[in-house]
T-cell receptor, first 111, second 114 residues
Framework: QKEVEQNSGPLSVPEGAIASLNCTYS??????FFWYRQYSGKSPELIMF????GDKEDGRFTAQLNKASQYVSLLIRDSQPSDSATYLCAVNSHSARQLTFGSGTQLTVLP | KAGVTQTPRYLIKTRGQQVTLSCSPI?????VSWYQQTPGQGLQFLFE???????NKGNFPGRFSGRQFSNSRSEMNVSTLELGDSALYLC?????????????FGPGTRLTVT
């Protein structure tokens, strides 16, 4: 079983819609959860992180965390074509000074 | 603040050669991590350095090594290159000022082994 799992996609949504990206993790000791965006040919860019159960909002982005279900998601409201990228979920456990990444979900926002 | 810088950005090497990649972290960040990214394996952790000491290491062969200098700049070295070492090598600079282990990536070095 992979430690961090994401649907690889591709996920296509129309412009203006809500894009929902999901991630599950296996280590119950995981404490911090990160979402990165990676454009083709570029390096990952940190969008936001979350460490408490519930929702965290930053502009058009909302991260949701449910530790009991070992599930974290990213919602992108009012999706724009410029949001088209691969979104990487990453997890950090208390004992490890490293991030474990999922394989990423490719998102395409259609004009 | 300036971001993470990596040099060189692109590199072409021949199988059997060795290569050294360089990374300068964000000013004030003392932790530097290295990752390998390939289409098949995704992002895989290589190692992490803090105050010139390797604190954490991933599952890579001994051909992959690194070091960190007193100014927090880091280098990674790959000896006896293999075709499978072709990848994007990413350096990440870390801060815990928010209480969370935030990592910020550099632009990467694209290594091609022929």
């Amino acid at each position: 079983q992979k430690e961090v799992e994401q649907n690889s996609g591709p996920l296509s949504v129309p412009e203006g819609a809500i894009a929902s990206l999901n991630c599950t993790y296996s280590d119950r000791g995981s404490q911090s959860f990160f979402w990165y965006r990676q454009y083709s040919g570029k390096s990952p860019e940190l969008i936001m992180f979350i460490y408490s159960n519930g929702d965290k909002e930053d502009g058009r982005f909302t991260a949701q965390l449910n530790k009991a279900s070992q599930y974290v998601s990213l919602l992108i409201r009012d999706s724009q074509p410029s949001d088209s990228a691969t979104y990487l979920c990453a997890v950090n456990s208390h004992s490890a000074r490293q991030l474990t990444f999922g394989s990423g979900t490719q998102l395409t926002v259609l004009p | 603040k300036a971001g993470v810088t990596q040099t060189p950005r692109y590199l072409i090497k021949t199988r059997g050669q060795q290569v050294t990649l360089s990374c300068s972290p964000i000013s004030g960040h003392r932790s530097v991590s290295w990752y390998q990214q390939t289409p098949g394996q995704g992002l895989q952790f290589l190692f992490e350095y803090f105050s010139e000491t390797q604190r954490n290491k991933g599952n890579f062969p001994g051909r992959f090594s690194g070091r960190q200098f007193s100014n927090s700049r880091s280098e990674m070295n790959v000896s006896t290159l293999e075709l499978g070492d072709s990848a994007l090598y990413l350096c990440a600079s870390s801060s815990t000022t928010s209480g969370v282990y935030e990592q910020y990536f550099g632009p990467g070095t694209r290594l091609t082994v022929t």
